[in-house]
């Protein structure tokens, strides 16, 4: 799975807000054991880029414990790390409004 960057301002410019998965963007399907993989720990960079490129929301599953998610266990941010990311997030947001 490939996360196009450039899509981005093409949607805005047809008047859509656009909202990036960041999670599901990370999926690694087909894997040999038959569940869904994923690489979590890239996160916060599909998250940084979409905010830098100008994306008008982020999606992102959490859970406290993502290893007993009942879904998508392998890629979700752990929530203890969610508060942090979002700050890091609004620093870029905000250095690039300014």
Request: aromatic fraction near 4%.
């Amino acid at each position: 799975m490939v996360v196009d960057f450039r899509g981005i301002p093409v949607m805005q410019a047809m008047g859509k807000p656009v909202v990036l998965d960041c999670t599901h963007s990370l999926q690694q399907p087909n894997q040999a054991s038959g569940v869904t993989g994923g690489k979590p720990a890239l996160i916060e960079t599909i998250a940084k880029a979409g905010v830098a490129v100008g994306v008008d929301g982020l999606f992102m599953e959490t859970h406290p414990n993502p290893k007993v998610a009942k879904s998508d266990a392998e890629n979700m941010l752990p929530l203890h790390l969610l508060e942090e990311l979002l700050e890091r997030l609004l620093a870029i947001r905000y250095a690039i409004l300014t």
